[in-house]
């Protein structure tokens, strides 16, 4: 079971990486705020698998833990500032659009992409969840719950690209990229509370 939670771990790192990447560079041509948004909270959720997996395969191998926790609580402490900064970001950068009245150009790279992760994402959160419960993993559960926050802002950020590809609603694109926002702040402060939690944890012990 935890080879099966490391390589569904490993998944996500691969597939968000690649889902990021790919998200950034159509949102930057295209002008969009809300794929641009998507891509980088798809960076930060490499940042959070990676952790992760890291501590699955050390479990698996039966190392001896030493400073594991710490840095695993340092990495979500770092994961999390950055995830409320990408909210501000985002939040300033669509509401400059909006005022401004800067319309994006039309996607499509951005609507295949977020119409397969709105597949693949509540696929893949089900089998984390499957194995966090086997594992008594809240770890794992926390992170099957980031992939479904994914699938969450893979709707949304479609929404709005659709809307502007079909209807020619600009403004549903930036609108959407602010929808995202309290999603991305919501796991920012999720994993900034976490890593306080855990060091009242440790103090406690």
Known sequence: MLHRAERLSAFTVGYNFLEGGVA????????????????????IEVTSAAVLWWRLRSERQGQVPGREEERERRASRIAGALLLLLGAGILMESARQMAFGHPPEVSRVGMVLTALSLVVMPLLAR?????????GSPALRADAHETLACAWMSGTTLLGLGLNATLGWWWADPAAAILLVP????????AWRSERDGDGEGKGE
């Open 24 to 43: 950034v560079v159509a949102g930057l041509a295209a002008g969009s705020a809300a794929l641009s948004a998507f891509g980088l909270d798809s960076a």
């Open 127 to 135: 089998r984390k969840l499957r194995a966090a419960e086997a594992l």
């Open 183 to 190: 999603l991305i702040a919501r796991e920012g402060w999720e």
